[in-house]
């Protein structure tokens, strides 16, 4: 049984689709840049290698024999892993293969292409690939959800086609690794702006490689595209790889089984700290903790001129490029305490010493804030600040003078910012839902998850302002929160297991919303009656659990006719939600039904790190028994990957082997450890709090491995 794993072990199913199918295109990134793995054999999108962006343009759309590849009407299958991607299909007489990477080290990606004649007849094969760009530069943040791409500028070289914005200030430089005809293309630019659907990006031009094959023959060509914000630097980037194309297909196989065995390694080069290692018994306990940390890994983001010098992006690969959301970095937070602890203090003194009630999150191009502001945000800081200081011990950081103040002070801040959003009642209304859900329209105002936060920040700060020995600090806000959670309770409906929204006219709208089961759950179970407790969890069970996923919003729920975005509304879940509903399960008092929920919730880790929303199964057709991830087009609007996936790692650490360490102490409370009833001999190795490296077995010993 392997500890640590490999690019195989995280390999998606292979799916095989038709044109158009309801399959969202897959992502790969080199920690430099990402590109989007297009339906087609060859086609790529999306290539952005900051500063240099291309918006969602395609490039690469391949013909065979000058017929377009796409029109042969044959399904083409994609086997993804975090290195690559293969893309295979079948024509008659004809097999082709591709492997797609992003090249290790290199503001480029890579496609291994192969043509293997299956006839009795020998043949001549042209392959042409159809190339375009739209790189462009920007001065300032990206504050769109598409990156910026500009009409591009072609000419002709040797293997190669060479785009450049107008300003010549950045850079795509595209072609093949063999002798090959290059011509621009014989379509006039337009005059006008065009949209995609009418005209689309412009052609360039195309290369095409002339493939000989005798029968049962195999032959290959490579496909790069390199990005600059020079033309030297964008062409020696293509040369470098274009020199020997499979071994840098081979170097990206070695390059991802570094970072993911680095990440669970003790003093490794790649990140600041590291995860414990997963010893069980159970695939699907291990298979949803290696998508946890995958999908964090995953967005890491290294580029020249990242004003952090790392960061970690949200989304990827079609929407909020460079861009790190405050909510849902928080929704990994544990991961980040755990796995990058030095880069998640610069992030978070970043974000303290910015305004956070302007923006939902900050660019890592300028550093400069993006979007309005979500509600979540005072809740999401304090649990950041909260989980770093609990793993790291770095109690350091509350002294720190950033935007004028103390950070303990920014804590206080945070803990008390509800009060100045108080109506005529004691709860904060968080207005309407662009601040919220954004597409559950009765999800507004005052509302149980947030408030109920409210109460878990209040007892958060004031433990932490205790461990400092601040105790009349820490009595007056345990006392603001002694008073609120009555209020936050008296939202609940009785006997429906949910809660109301209330309204500024005081009308009380029934919410049968999985947020507020996660976030009430995880805040003040322990202030619920059994009977409240014990509805709540037969709710869930009842209308938002489904087999491999589950609903936000029960179906039962009027709301549900409003909006067909999957990451909130009846038809399946953003990525974070059910492993945040699991541990509402268990502070509730019902960890039987989160781990009988695992083999179902494992299945939908079958397509790669989570995506931004899975459909539920009444929605979609499973993809093998996995929760399909929705696509990026509308009316959804998902992207194909969201780092919210760290939520996996924090169900496994913290609720299942209940890990919880406490401000200004030196054990490690393991009393709420539930992981025995699934696997008895489990065991976390290498946690680390503090200086302290600790084995956490099932049945709740600490054991240290050495100080350091």
């Known amino acids: 049984m392997r500890l640590i794993p490999t690019v195989d072990d995280l390999a998606a199913d292979p799916a095989t689709h038709h044109y158009d199918d309801m399959v969202a295109p897959s992502g790969l990134t080199n920690f430099l840049g990402t590109a989007r793995v297009d339906h087609d054999l060859t086609a790529v999108s999306a290539v952005t290698f900051p500063p240099v962006s291309q918006g969602l343009t395609r ?7 000058g017929r377009l590849l796409e029109s042969y009407g044959a399904p083409i299958t994609h086997e993804w892993r975090p290195d690559r991607v293969r893309r295979s299909v079948t024509l008659p007489g004809l097999d082709l293969a591709t492997v797609t990477v992003c090249a290790p080290g290199e503001t480029a990606i890579a496609i291994d292409i192969s043509a293997t004649n299956t006839g009795d007849r020998p043949r001549a094969v042209p392959i042409t690939l159809s190339l375009a760009a739209g790189a462009a530069r920007s001065e300032g943040a990206w504050l769109d959800a598409v990156a910026p791409e500009e009409r591009n500028r072609a000419t002709a070289g040797e293997r190669r086609l060479a785009f450049t914005d107008r300003a010549g200030t950045a850079w795509s430089v595209q072609g093949v690794d063999t002798a090959a005809d290059v011509r621009l293309s014989g379509i006039a630019p337009m005059a006008g702006e065009h949209e995609t659907g009418i005209g689309g990006i412009e052609r360039g031009g195309e290369v095409t490689v002339h493939l000989e094959l005798a029968p049962g023959q195999t032959a290959r060509f490579g496909y790069v595209h390199a990005i600059g914000t020079t033309a030297d630097a964008a062409n020696a980037a293509f040369d470098r790889v274009a020199a020997d194309l499979p071994a840098v297909v081979a170097a990206a196989e070695a390059f991802w089984n570094r970072q993911l065995d680095a990440a669970f ?8 700290g590291h995860l414990p290692v997963l010893e069980t018994s159970s695939q699907a306990l291990r298979r949803l903790y290696w998508w946890g ?3 964090v890994i995953w967005f890491r983001r290294d580029f020249e001129g990242n004003v952090l010098g790392r960061s970690y992006d949200t989304l990827m690969p079609n929407y909020w490029a460079t861009t790190t959301f405050i909510w849902d970095y928080s929704l990994s937070s544990t991961a980040h305490a755990l796995l990058d602890p030095a880069v998640m203090k610069r992030q978070l003194r970043h974000w303290i010493d910015s305004d956070i009630h302007t923006h939902f999150g900050t660019s890592s191009l300028t550093g400069s804030p993006v979007g309005r502001w979500y509600s979540v945000n005072d ?8 989980d770093y200081l609990r793993y790291t011990r770095d109690t350091a950081l509350l002294d720190e003078t950033l935007g004028g103040r103390p950070v303990r002070e920014h804590l206080r801040e945070w803990a008390l910012a509800w009060q100045s959003l108080r109506g005529s009642g004691p709860l904060a209304d968080y207005g309407e839902i662009d601040n919220l859900l954004e597409c559950v329209s009765s999800y507004t105002h005052e ?18 302002l205790a461990a400092q020995g601040d105790t009349d600090g820490a009595a007056a806000l345990a006392a603001e929160a002694d008073a609120l959670v009555k209020a936050v309770a008296d939202l609940y409906l009785p006997g429906t297991g949910h809660f109301a929204a209330r309204q500024p006219d005081g009308t009380r709208v029934p919410v049968r919303h999985v947020y507020d089961f996660s976030v009430v759950g995880t805040s003040i179970a322990a202030d619920l009656d059994e009977g409240t ?3 709540m969890v037969a709710f869930f069970r009842r209308e938002l659990q489904t087999e491999a996923w589950l609903r936000s919003l029960s179906p039962w729920d009027p709301d549900a006719s409003f909006s067909p975005r999957p990451d909130h509304q009846w038809n399946g879940a953003y990525p974070a939600w059910p492993a945040d509903a699991a541990r509402s399960l268990v502070a509730l008092g019902a960890p039987e ?18 995506g931004q929303a899975h459909f539920t199964e009444e929605a979609m057709p499973a993809v093998n028994g996995g929760a399909r991830k929705a696509p990026p087009q509308l009316p959804y609007i998902i992207d194909w990957a969201c780092s919210s996936a760290g939520a996996y790692a924090a169900l496994v650490i913290e609720s299942f082997f209940g890990v919880d360490p406490k401000p200004g102490s030196d054990g490690l409370d393991t009393s709420k450890s539930c992981i025995a009833a699934l696997d008895p001999h489990a065991v976390l190795r290498g946690l680390r709090i503090g200086d302290r490296l600790v084995d956490v077995h099932a049945d709740g010993r600490v054991i240290d491995q050495h100080a350091t």
């Not at 490039?59 to 024999?65: G, H, I, K, L």
């Open 265 to 272: 390694r003790p003093g490794n080069e790649e990140f600041s």
């Open 293 to 295: 940390a995958l999908g």
């Open 59 to 65: 490039t690469a759309a391949c013909f065979v024999d």
């Open 593 to 610: 039904a989160a781990l009988d929920w695992l083999p179902g919730l494992a299945r939908s880790a079958n397509q790669g790190p989570p």
């Open 447 to 464: 509302v149980a998850s947030l408030n109920a936060a409210n109460v878990w920040n209040l007892r958060t700060v004031a433990a932490i």
């Open 379 to 386: 809740h999401a800081m304090t649990r950041l600040v909260h």
């Open 533 to 535: 407790r014990a509805e």
